[in-house]
């Protein structure tokens, strides 16, 4: 990112949140340096050739989604050669345009590609009523939704075919970074995690690329009224289905197995002047339709909850009223950091300064782990009974929102030499009794417990 687009977003972000809060991101953005040594390595040519030698999974078809809208040439035409070039051969590329000028059609009759479906819309119905007119027309097993000015790594449709061949999940996703306007240029990867249902549920981190089964997605038309986030919205809705499912069924297959993350970089999301990825502040419309989209999903849950934008653009916090264990029964327990001299002292973000927001934001939101510390923790009531099995204890939260003190025979444990590792062990064997039966845990960071 250059210096003049970070300048742009401190100014923002300050506006937003204060200037000490701006101080402090501006530090760990020149500090801590994610990945600042970031750029994108293509598939070497012999790998991009053993690829499009494989042909066996050539039944699967994918079509990929655009909604078009006065399109810039350059834009339009780099998108297309991304899908011409790609290894895997069985796709169609289904481009529903929404443009009063021949912009966008005057570039694809420039091609003789039969891959190619192009529908001109009567007007511009918006992102998501143009997509669903391009969903009507699709004929593939999944559908892949990509914006009008971004490009697919040469590479995206094998690697997602490979993927998804076998057990044929809901929604497969992967990792994207950013590129500059001539797509030469890559910056800002987003290394996502493997699904993490309260990170989605403050973020939509699966974003691009992402692929859904075309019998799910023609089953829940793509909802205007959550135009800016509509993609959030479909995920929200499938993994809402997939709860509620494994709510009625205790058998059920559970939401982590119906979606698919591939690690590697799919796609470039293009930045531009007009474009979220480098403007935030130019779509607050969509910020405003991922909070819509959300209190629509806690809803269909059954939550009683308050939805509010976080301190960073594009993020959010759930508030649950009565707590959260007392909506979730799919939490065994809630936890917080534990911190000493103002860093983490244990968990995923060890070390970690307790200022900074860490990697994506990730250390200021919802997520769900697998290892909570004790010393920090509250404990669904179904399983309080594990937790007094575990430790040889009664049951008491240590969560800092509901008791001040760590239990005495905590405290006394925390003295003795190796006392602290030993807490840290008692901890990493209850979680693994907690989760046994597919439960979940929940770090909130807001939760802070200062030794």
């Not at 050739?49 to 339009?76: C, G, H, N, W």
């Not at 780099?78 to 929404?98: K, R």
């Not at 969560?399 to 840290?424: I, V």
Request: proline share 3%; glycine share 6%; charged share 25%.
């Amino acid at each position: 990112m250059s210096l003049a687009q970070n300048i742009k977003k401190t100014i923002n972000y300050s506006k937003k949140n204060g200037y000490a809060e701006a101080v402090v991101a501006a530090w760990e953005r020149v500090t801590a340096k994610y990945y600042a040594d970031y750029d994108y390595r293509a598939p070497s040519q012999d790998t991009l050739a053993r690829q499009r030698a494989d042909k066996s999974i050539l039944d699967l078809k994918f079509s990929v989604l655009v909604p078009a809208y006065e399109t810039q040439e350059v834009y339009m035409r780099a998108l297309i050669d991304s899908c011409i070039g790609q290894t895997y051969e069985n796709w169609e590329l289904v481009i529903a345009d929404g443009s009063a000028s021949d912009i966008v059609k005057n570039v694809i009759d420039q091609y003789q590609e039969p891959r190619i479906r192009y529908v001109r819309l009567e007007g511009n119905d918006g992102i998501a009523e143009n997509t669903n007119r391009a969903i009507a027309l699709a004929t593939g097993d999944y559908y892949g939704l990509l914006d009008h000015d971004d490009l697919l790594t040469a590479d995206a449709l094998y690697e997602m075919a490979h993927a998804v061949e076998k057990d044929r999940p809901i929604l497969a996703y992967s990792d994207e970074d950013k590129c500059d306007e001539s797509g030469k240029r890559f910056y800002d990867p987003h290394f996502k995690l493997d699904f993490n249902l309260d990170l989605l549920l403050t973020n939509n981190y699966v974003c691009h690329f992402m692929v859904v089964r075309s019998d799910i997605l023609k089953k829940m038309p793509v909802r205007k009224e959550f135009d800016g986030s509509q993609d959030y919205d479909i995920i929200l809705r499938v993994v809402g289905n997939l709860l509620l499912k494994e709510k009625e069924n205790k058998g059920a297959e559970p939401v982590e197995k119906a979606i698919v993350h591939v690690p590697k970089v799919l796609y470039h999301w293009r930045c531009h002047e007009n474009s979220t990825a480098d403007n935030p502040q130019s779509k607050m419309y969509a910020y405003e339709a991922g909070k819509k989209a959300l209190i629509d999903f806690a809803s269909r849950m059954g939550w009683k909850v308050d939805v509010r934008h976080n301190k960073h653009l594009g993020f959010y916090r759930i508030e649950y009223k009565h707590g959260v264990l007392a909506h979730r029964p799919d939490l065994a327990a809630v936890g917080g950091f534990v911190a000493r001299h103002g860093k983490v002292a244990s968990g995923t973000y060890k070390g970690q300064p307790l200022l900074y927001a860490g990697y994506m934001n990730r250390m200021d939101l919802y997520q769900n782990t697998e290892l909570l510390d004790i010393r920090n923790m509250a404990v669904n009531k179904a399983y309080q009974g594990v937790y007094e099995q575990v430790t040889g204890q009664p049951y008491e939260s240590t969560l800092c929102t509901e008791s001040a003190d760590l239990p005495q025979w905590m405290q006394d444990l925390e003295r003795t030499a190796g006392g602290e590792e030993r807490l840290m062990e008692l901890s990493a064997r209850l979680c693994r009794e907690l989760t046994a039966d597919g439960a979940r845990l929940l770090l909130d960071p807001v939760c802070i417990r200062k030794l």
